[in-house]
């Protein structure tokens, strides 16, 4: 990894909420890189500050009441956080999109999608109406709609069809970077399938860098290069596929694997991971999961965890983990019971 | 011993473009202490059977028969009796409870109206006793709704759900709503309760992996008809329908040492109004032949206790 | 948090202290200020009208032709009206027949009104059609011709003012309610209880009344004050309560004749009908806050 493919760089981000009942820490300290054509899978349950991370990448978030405490996020060495909300226009939709989960909301009911198309082109380029139209077509056409349902309105569309649609919009400007905000979890199974299958096949043809937010491990599996699993506005580990897959460390992600029933196995147990999510405006002292954690000891409750590289590009937010050269690769960590 | 059985039961639905063939000549049955589950996707109906089993909906045809009795044949109050021994749990735990009910009141209202306790002592004992059962902090009791998560709204639903000391239940969709973390808390105490009560579960769900770890049986649905139905293991590891295959195939799985083939369905789930003859999966499917599209497949029983809707079973490439 | 974790030891389950909604309600009723600020003024009005006698100063119906349209005074605390009765001893009389028509007549209006949207909204269908068709038909009469109409058949008196009132209130109660019944109907909360075995009546007492209570005592605050005015122009035309009997709404059309001259005479009716459509606006809203356990703090 040298310096110059990373496409997108978070450091250090603090996000925290202002509320009546106090501050809500929604993201902690987050580091997190995106390389150019990689796509980076943000996993974690509701409340982890996956959606808080990216729309501060985006500036969408809106300030009050959110505050940015701390950190960058350098997009291509630039840091996205001190630019303008005019300077942010140009590159959001050109430079960076995002899909959102739910399909039916995120289209106007009362425009075309070839018009709700033609208008995110318009925004970005220099073409006249009819040639934007004729984009707006060929979109539709590559993410698997005929060019002449262009003058449907959304509410024709199925589910399936009308996040096609929001991908051809998404996708439109041809940005260097689409974040997706858990985009097939509005869909079915088979459905599911199909729009996942046409955003891998995009993301090769487009060669886009994606991060793609989820709670299931099975998207992840399928289309991510990289993961990051969050847990309380952290990342508590974070890798490539493999590392994450068959080499956790972290109690966190262990648990995540354990508790979801696997279709491969006759093994007809979940582990689950006991108690529930901190509430963010009172989170636990030491480390945030430790209220949860079955390894946990003294130290864990006084004390945060740094993160330590287990292997190259491996993180893990853990006094346990190990360097992978000391553990061997099937068992991963031994653990004071 | 057959608890529920169904025959050939039918719900259509008036609507403005026709008539809406929700659930077409379904039957089934469920034997006492096992798991049915019903796999299908939105809209195929599974819904709907678990609400016309327990007669929340009244059927247009057919016949259901709970311990060896018709249930459309019971008047009101016989049915209202009945509803003691035959519960439901919902998806949505917020939806599910009423907004302005305490834990305990809500918990409280299954035997308040079927009139369980004279006496107000017993029956805050009992309420105490469900609570503990499903894992219920008794300081929960004067929470409403909204301050509770959903693992927790969940657990009510479940408290209420047994509170009458049923035989049988419904399960729709009981985890989708939740977090994996808390999905599973919620799945193992399902599992132990069934132990513990002998309880008879028809489990409905979207989620193939949740359907495989809990049932004993599976039946998979598409359009308001039942396209295979076997025990799990069968389904899952030689699955004959066409429709069965591709979503196994289409289901994600967290692991990246499997390799599987991928079948990717064209197009969409067809409208259930005014279904044409045929299969009701031959537009999609990809052994269709000419037989597929005028005469509708009936479910039989291809191998022992593995039943299926198709011209053609097993059609592998 | 303590006793989660001993539960299973003891054989005897320790009960945590359960609270009675109704007690949570009140509870909450009593820390709103506004709530009790409104009921302050009600109680006063209700205990004008309990004890009127003791209260009033003077006859409300005695005249004083020589000291008629004084401004208020040492005598005369709110003044005298145009046959020089004393209007505080007016008012305070008037509150008996005033509140009397005004909680009443919304009485009626609401009980009628949530029965037939109740059963509009919960059942549907022809029933539905048959019972809107009619409501839709009394709301489109003007209200004055609609209460002229039912006092014209009933025959004039105090009872038929109020049953007149309610009437032709009926319809905005019926419709509120029938549209949050439809959406209600539909949740799966109901359809849980249903499954528990409960009865439509018992559906619609505990789940589905209060959870449409909101809009209702809206609604009914808002009513008061009209029924009151209404009660006025039906006495106006000579339907209503016969004078010399004192009732706000009437001193303050007989008041309009003299605005220029003696603008005491409409000011203090006027004002006592404003504190009894406040002091229910207040607790209105502090009741429906109360009911409403998401706003609970």
Same mark, same amino acid.
């Given at each position: 990894?040298?310096?110059?493919?990373?496409?997108?760089?978070?450091?250090?981000?603090?996000?925290h909420y202002?509320?009546?009942?106090?501050?809500?820490?929604?993201?902690?300290?987050?580091?997190?890189?995106?390389?150019?054509?990689?796509?980076?899978?943000?996993?974690?349950?509701?409340?982890?500050?996956k959606?808080t991370?990216?729309?501060?990448i985006?500036?969408?978030l809106?300030?009050?009441?959110?505050?940015?405490?701390?950190?960058?996020?350098?997009?291509?060495g630039?840091?996205?956080?001190?630019?303008?909300?005019k300077?942010?226009?140009?590159?959001?939709?050109?430079?960076?999109s995002?899909?959102?989960?739910?399909?039916?909301?995120?289209?106007?009911?009362?425009?075309?999608?070839?018009d709700?198309?033609?208008?995110a082109?318009?925004?970005h380029t220099?073409?006249?109406k009819?040639?934007?139209f004729?984009?707006?077509?060929?979109?539709?056409?590559?993410?698997?709609?005929?060019?002449?349902r262009?003058?449907?309105?959304?509410?024709?569309?199925s589910?399936?069809?009308?996040?096609?649609?929001?991908?051809?919009?998404?996708?439109?400007?041809?940005?260097?970077?689409?974040?997706?905000?858990e985009?097939?979890?509005?869909?079915?199974?088979?459905?599911? $399938?199909q729009?996942?299958?046409l955003?891998?096949?995009?993301?090769v043809?487009?060669?886009?860098?994606?991060?793609?937010?989820?709670?299931?491990?099975?998207?992840?599996?399928e289309?991510?290069?990289?993961v990051?699993?969050?847990? $309380?506005?952290?990342?508590?580990?974070y890798?490539?596929?493999?590392?994450v897959?068959?080499?956790?460390q972290?109690?966190?992600t262990?648990?995540?694997?354990?508790?979801?029933?696997?279709?491969?196995?006759?093994d007809?147990r979940?582990?689950?991971i006991?108690?529930?999510m901190?509430?963010?405006?009172?989170?636990p002292?030491?480390?945030?999961?430790?209220?949860?954690?079955?390894?946990?000891?003294?130290?864990c409750?006084?004390?945060?965890?740094?993160?330590?590289e287990?292997?190259?590009?491996?993180?893990?937010?853990?006094?346990?983990?190990l360097?992978?050269n000391v553990?061997?690769?099937k068992?991963?960590?031994?653990?004071p019971v | 011993m057959k608890? %529920?059985?169904?025959?050939?039961l039918?719900?259509?639905f008036?609507?403005k473009?026709?008539?809406?063939?929700?659930?077409?000549?379904?039957?089934?049955e469920?034997?006492?202490?096992e798991t049915?589950?019903?796999?299908?996707?939105?809209?195929?109906?599974?819904?709907?059977?678990?609400?016309l089993v327990i007669?929340?909906?009244e059927?247009?045809?057919g016949?259901?028969?709970?311990e060896?009795?018709?249930?459309a044949?019971?008047?009101?109050?016989? &049915?209202r009796?009945?509803?003691?021994?035959?519960?439901?749990?919902?998806?949505?735990?917020?939806?599910? %409870?009423?907004?302005?009910?305490?834990v305990f009141e809500?918990?409280?209202?299954?035997?308040?109206?079927?009139?369980?306790?004279?006496?107000?002592?017993?029956?805050?004992?009992h309420?105490?006793?469900? &609570?503990?059962?499903?894992?219920?902090?008794?300081?929960?009791?004067?929470?409403?709704?909204?301050?509770?998560?959903?693992?927790?709204?969940?657990r009510?639903?479940v408290?209420?759900?047994i509170? %009458?000391?049923?035989v049988?239940?419904?399960?729709?969709?009981?985890?989708?709503?939740?977090d994996?973390?808390i999905?599973?808390?919620?799945?193992?105490?399902l599992?132990q309760?069934?132990?513990?009560?002998?309880?008879?579960y028809l489990?409905i769900?979207?989620d193939?992996?949740v359907?495989?770890?809990?049932?004993?049986?599976?039946?998979? &649905?598409? %359009?308001?008809?039942?396209?295979?139905?076997?025990?799990?293991?069968?389904?899952?590891?030689?699955p004959?329908?066409?429709?069965?295959?591709a979503?196994?195939?289409?289901?994600?799985?967290?692991?990246?040492d499997?390799?599987r083939?991928?079948?990717?369905?064209?197009?969409?789930?067809?409208s259930?109004i005014?279904?044409?003859?045929?299969?009701r999966?031959a537009?999609?499917?990809?052994?269709c032949?000419?037989?597929?599209?005028?005469?509708?497949p009936?479910?039989?029983?291809?191998?022992?206790?593995?039943?299926?809707?198709?011209?053609?079973?097993?059609?592998?490439? | 948090?303590?006793?989660?974790?001993n539960?299973?030891?003891?054989?005897?389950l320790? @009960?945590?202290?359960?609270?009675?909604q109704?007690a949570?309600?009140w509870?909450r009723?009593?820390q =709103?200020?506004?709530a009790?600020?409104?009921?302050?003024?009600?109680?006063?009005?209700?205990?004008f009208?309990?004890f009127?006698?003791?209260?009033a100063?003077?006859d409300?119906?005695?005249?004083d032709?020589?000291?008629?349209?004084?401004?208020?005074?040492?005598?005369?605390?709110?003044?005298?009206?145009?046959?020089g009765?004393d209007?505080?001893?007016r008012i305070?009389?008037?509150?008996?027949?005033s509140m009397?028509v005004?909680?009443?007549?919304?009485?009626i209006?609401?009980?009628?009104?949530?029965?037939?949207?109740?059963?509009?909204?919960?059942?549907?269908g022809?029933?539905?059609?048959?019972?809107m068709?009619?409501v839709d038909i009394?709301?489109?009469i003007?209200?004055?011709l609609?209460?002229?109409?039912?006092v014209?058949?009933?025959?004039?008196?105090?009872? =038929? @003012?109020?049953?007149?009132i309610?009437?032709?209130?009926v319809?905005?109660?019926?419709?509120?309610?029938?549209?949050? @019944?439809?959406s209600l109907?539909?949740?799966?909360f109901?359809?849980?209880s249903?499954?528990a075995?409960?009865?439509?009546?018992?559906?619609?007492?505990?789940?589905i009344?209060?959870?449409?209570?909101?809009?209702?005592?809206?609604?009914?605050t808002?009513?008061?004050?009209?029924?009151?005015?209404?009660?006025?122009?039906?006495?106006?035309?000579?339907l209503?309560?016969?004078?010399?009997?004192?009732?706000?709404?009437?001193?303050?059309?007989?008041?309009?004749?003299?605005?220029?001259?003696?603008?005491h005479?409409?000011?203090?009716?006027?004002?006592?009908?404003?504190?009894?459509?406040?002091?229910?606006?207040?607790m209105g809203?502090g009741?429906? #806050?109360?009911? #409403?356990?998401?706003?609970?703090?």
């Amino acid at each position: 990894m040298s310096q110059q493919e990373k496409l997108l760089e978070i450091k250090n981000l603090t996000v925290h909420y202002a509320t009546v009942d106090g501050t809500v820490r929604a993201v902690e300290n987050l580091n997190l890189s995106v390389d150019a054509g990689q796509t980076l899978g943000l996993v974690g349950e509701t409340g982890a500050g996956k959606t808080t991370t990216v729309k501060t990448i985006m500036r969408i978030l809106p300030v009050p009441p959110s505050i940015i405490k701390n950190g960058e996020i350098l997009y291509k060495g630039e840091d996205l956080l001190k630019k303008s909300q005019k300077e942010m226009r140009s590159i959001r939709g050109e430079k960076i999109s995002m899909i959102f989960q739910d399909p039916m909301t995120s289209l106007n009911p009362v425009l075309t999608v070839g018009d709700q198309i033609k208008e995110a082109i318009e925004l970005h380029t220099k073409v006249n109406k009819r040639k934007a139209f004729e984009l707006a077509g060929d979109m539709l056409e590559t993410v698997g709609i005929k060019r002449d349902r262009a003058n449907d309105y959304p509410h024709q569309f199925s589910g399936g069809m009308k996040q096609r649609v929001v991908i051809a919009m998404a996708l439109a400007c041809n940005p260097e970077l689409l974040i997706a905000d858990e985009p097939t979890t509005a869909l079915d199974v088979t459905i599911q $399938a199909q729009v996942l299958e046409l955003m891998k096949r995009l993301k090769v043809q487009y060669n886009t860098s994606m991060i793609m937010i989820t709670h299931d491990l099975g998207i992840v599996a399928e289309i991510c290069d990289y993961v990051a699993i969050m847990y $309380a506005g952290e990342v508590v580990e974070y890798g490539t596929r493999e590392d994450v897959f068959l080499r956790a460390q972290h109690p966190y992600t262990k648990g995540l694997f354990t508790c979801i029933p696997d279709m491969y196995s006759d093994d007809n147990r979940l582990i689950p991971i006991r108690g529930l999510m901190p509430d963010p405006s009172n989170l636990p002292s030491g480390c945030k999961f430790h209220t949860r954690c079955d390894y946990k000891c003294e130290r864990c409750e006084k004390e945060e965890p740094s993160v330590v590289e287990v292997s190259s590009g491996h993180y893990v937010k853990c006094f346990f983990a190990l360097p992978q050269n000391v553990a061997s690769s099937k068992v991963s960590v031994k653990m004071p019971v | 011993m057959k608890l %529920l059985e169904v025959k050939n039961l039918k719900k259509y639905f008036a609507t403005k473009n026709g008539l809406l063939h929700a659930v077409d000549g379904v039957s089934l049955e469920i034997k006492k202490g096992e798991t049915l589950g019903l796999v299908g996707e939105s809209g195929c109906g599974k819904s709907t059977i678990g609400r016309l089993v327990i007669r929340l909906l009244e059927a247009t045809e057919g016949e259901i028969l709970f311990e060896g009795k018709d249930l459309a044949k019971l008047n009101k109050e016989e &049915m209202r009796r009945m509803r003691c021994k035959m519960q439901i749990i919902f998806q949505d735990p917020y939806a599910s %409870l009423d907004p302005r009910k305490n834990v305990f009141e809500s918990i409280a209202e299954p035997l308040r109206v079927q009139k369980v306790y004279s006496d107000k002592k017993e029956l805050e004992r009992h309420i105490y006793e469900l &609570m503990e059962t499903v894992g219920l902090a008794q300081r929960l009791a004067n929470s409403y709704p909204h301050e509770l998560d959903g693992g927790r709204r969940q657990r009510v639903g479940v408290a209420r759900a047994i509170a %009458l000391d049923p035989v049988f239940m419904v399960l729709d969709e009981p985890v989708s709503a939740l977090d994996v973390s808390i999905q599973a808390q919620i799945l193992n105490l399902l599992q132990q309760l069934q132990k513990e009560f002998d309880l008879t579960y028809l489990f409905i769900s979207h989620d193939l992996s949740v359907v495989k770890h809990i049932s004993d049986r599976v039946a998979v &649905m598409y %359009l308001g008809k039942l396209v295979e139905v076997s025990n799990y293991k069968a389904i899952f590891k030689d699955p004959l329908h066409p429709y069965t295959q591709a979503l196994l195939s289409a289901v994600p799985v967290p692991r990246i040492d499997v390799q599987r083939e991928k079948i990717i369905l064209e197009g969409d789930v067809p409208s259930p109004i005014n279904p044409k003859p045929g299969c009701r999966f031959a537009g999609r499917c990809r052994y269709c032949e000419e037989v597929c599209k005028t005469e509708t497949p009936p479910l039989r029983e291809i191998s022992q206790d593995h039943f299926v809707a198709c011209h053609f079973p097993g059609n592998r490439v | 948090m303590n006793n989660t974790t001993n539960t299973a030891t003891s054989q005897t389950l320790p @009960v945590y202290k359960k609270r009675g909604q109704g007690a949570e309600i009140w509870r909450r009723f009593r820390q =709103n200020k506004n709530a009790m600020v409104g009921m302050c003024i009600f109680l006063v009005l209700v205990s004008f009208a309990l004890f009127a006698e003791f209260i009033a100063p003077y006859d409300p119906i005695e005249q004083d032709l020589l000291n008629i349209m004084q401004t208020p005074s040492r005598q005369h605390i709110l003044g005298t009206d145009e046959l020089g009765r004393d209007i505080f001893s007016r008012i305070v009389y008037g509150s008996r027949i005033s509140m009397t028509v005004g909680l009443i007549a919304v009485g009626i209006a609401f009980v009628a009104g949530s029965a037939l949207g109740v059963i509009c909204g919960y059942y549907g269908g022809i029933l539905d059609n048959v019972i809107m068709r009619f409501v839709d038909i009394l709301m489109s009469i003007p209200a004055i011709l609609l209460n002229i109409s039912i006092v014209a058949a009933l025959g004039t008196g105090l009872q =038929n @003012v109020m049953i007149a009132i309610g009437i032709s209130n009926v319809p905005r109660f019926c419709r509120i309610i029938r549209a949050s @019944v439809m959406s209600l109907r539909e949740q799966e909360f109901v359809e849980a209880s249903r499954a528990a075995g409960a009865k439509d009546l018992y559906i619609v007492m505990r789940h589905i009344i209060p959870n449409c209570l909101a809009p209702l005592i809206i609604q009914a605050t808002v009513s008061i004050g009209s029924s009151i005015l209404q009660c006025a122009s039906l006495s106006f035309i000579g339907l209503g309560i016969v004078p010399p009997t004192p009732e706000w709404g009437a001193m303050l059309s007989t008041g309009r004749d003299f605005l220029r001259k003696a603008p005491h005479l409409t000011t203090f009716p006027g004002l006592a009908i404003m504190a009894a459509v406040y002091a229910m606006n207040l607790m209105g809203d502090g009741l429906r #806050d109360a009911l #409403d356990p998401k706003l609970k703090n």
